[in-house]
């Protein structure tokens, strides 16, 4: 079970990445202004694609995390790794819920112009 919620959090968090970055590139596209600085900066230096491989890169990162204790909860059913575990996703869960607020947002700007 845990490798399933696992699975589908971090396919959620990297719909909720692509989402906020092709928001993110049409507001560019029209005008807006990106306010996160770190954003910023590769939209700068890169463009869509390195702003896009970063957030991948991250996505990666997290469900790598994320997949690995959920492996542990089911090899070991030990009571830490279930709270290393339940704190991952809780965090995964919470970063991927933020980013479709952050979607959300960009997409009001995309109205108002």
């Avoid at 390195?50 to 492996?71: E, T």
Wanted: proline share 2%; net charge neutral; glycine share 6%.
């Amino acid at each position: 079970m845990e490798i399933r919620q696992a699975l589908l959090w971090s396919g959620l968090l990297l719909g909720s990445q692509a989402t906020d970055t092709l928001t993110t590139a049409i507001d560019r596209a029209q005008g807006a202004i990106e306010s996160m600085p770190i954003s910023a900066r590769l939209l700068e230096v890169g463009g869509v694609p390195l702003f896009w491989s970063f957030k991948v890169l991250i996505v990666a990162g997290a469900a790598a995390a994320l997949v690995a204790a959920a492996r542990k909860v089911h090899e070991d059913e030990h009571r830490l790794s279930r709270v290393t575990f339940r704190f991952s996703l809780i965090a995964v869960q919470v970063v991927t819920i933020c980013l479709a607020g952050v979607s959300l947002s960009n997409l009001a700007l995309l109205i108002q112009n």
